[in-house]
């Protein structure tokens, strides 16, 4: 399979395949950001934005991407699926292309909420890796979709998903200026076990579907839908 075949059908896709992505100095060069901005809650907030003219992200099979598990130690979920059938591992690694496939790409920031406005001709958008950050998405008055990654690595589980929501919040209410309401989140231990990442895929019928997908330390791998709009 390849990776055209994971954006027309990820869930089934991953049902065969574990995947990991992380940023890449390929996929950072088909983005440009805006200046980093402190946050009331003691977190950075930073805009990305893909650049109109590309290139435009894309996935490269075969080379481990920065934070992957090595290949050695990744436990497959076979019961889930076929019987005495081990899973496929593919690992992919983030590339840039000049052909826009709809996809987006979030980059990650430690200690920071980075966010971006999906619109164009995206159909489908990602973030990641995930190993206890939390994801939004939220909603605009104009129909827009907004995308966000929030990191707080100190504090303990507890404390760390408390600041991370923190943030999300300053960013809506205090920049963006929308409701929380029209926000919907993806927390560590309640939408995802362990390290992953997060997609929203635009459906024909115009609505946008957020799902996260990870591998816990027991090897157990789930695709979780968390919103809609």
């Given at each position: 399979?390849?990776?055209?075949?994971?954006?027309?059908?990820?869930?089934?896709?991953?049902?065969?395949?574990?995947?990991?992505?992380?940023?890449?100095?390929?996929?950072?060069?088909?983005m440009?950001?805006?200046?980093?901005?402190?946050?009331?809650?003691?977190?950075?907030?930073?805009?990305?934005?893909?650049?109109?003219?590309?290139?435009?992200?894309?996935?490269?099979?075969?080379g481990?991407?920065?934070?992957?598990?090595?290949?050695?130690?990744v436990?497959?979920?076979?019961?889930?699926?076929?019987?005495f059938?081990?899973?496929?591992?593919?690992?992919?690694?983030?590339?840039?292309?000049?052909?826009?496939?709809?996809?987006?790409?979030?980059?990650?920031?430690?200690?920071?909420?980075?966010?971006?406005?999906?619109?164009?001709?995206?159909?489908?958008?990602?973030?990641?890796?995930?190993?206890?950050?939390?994801?939004?998405?939220?909603?605009?008055?104009?129909?827009?979709?907004?995308?966000?990654?929030?990191?707080?690595?100190?504090?303990?589980?507890?404390?760390?998903?408390?600041?991370?929501?923190?943030?999300?919040?300053?960013?809506?209410?205090?920049?963006?200026?929308?409701?929380?309401?029209?926000?919907?989140?993806?927390?560590?231990?309640?939408?995802?076990?362990?390290?992953?990442?997060?997609?929203?895929?635009?459906?024909?019928?115009?609505?946008?579907?957020?799902?996260?997908?990870?591998?816990?330390?027991?090897?157990?791998?789930?695709?979780?839908k968390?919103?809609?709009?």
């Open positions: 399979m390849t990776f055209q075949a994971f954006l027309n059908n990820p869930k089934g896709y991953l049902s065969t395949h574990e995947m990991y992505i992380a940023n890449s100095p390929a996929v950072l060069a088909c440009r950001s805006d200046n980093a901005h402190a946050l009331p809650g003691g977190l950075t907030r930073q805009r990305w934005r893909q650049r109109p003219a590309g290139p435009f992200p894309t996935f490269v099979a075969g481990a991407p920065v934070g992957a598990k090595p290949v050695g130690q436990l497959h979920d076979t019961a889930r699926h076929l019987p059938v081990g899973r496929k591992l593919l690992q992919y690694g983030l590339g840039s292309t000049v052909g826009d496939l709809g996809l987006r790409y979030l980059p990650f920031n430690p200690n920071h909420v980075t966010y971006m406005r999906v619109h164009g001709a995206a159909t489908f958008v990602m973030t990641g890796p995930l190993t206890g950050c939390t994801i939004a998405a939220v909603r605009g008055g104009a129909g827009e979709i907004w995308f966000i990654h929030s990191n707080q690595n100190g504090g303990g589980v507890a404390g760390a998903i408390a600041a991370q929501l923190q943030g999300i919040t300053d960013l809506v209410t205090g920049v963006l200026g929308l409701l929380m309401a029209n926000v919907i989140t993806c927390t560590y231990l309640t939408d995802y076990d362990g390290f992953g990442f997060v997609f929203g895929r635009l459906r024909p019928n115009g609505v946008w579907k957020f799902y996260s997908h990870a591998t816990s330390q027991a090897g157990n791998t789930a695709t979780r968390f919103g809609q709009f």
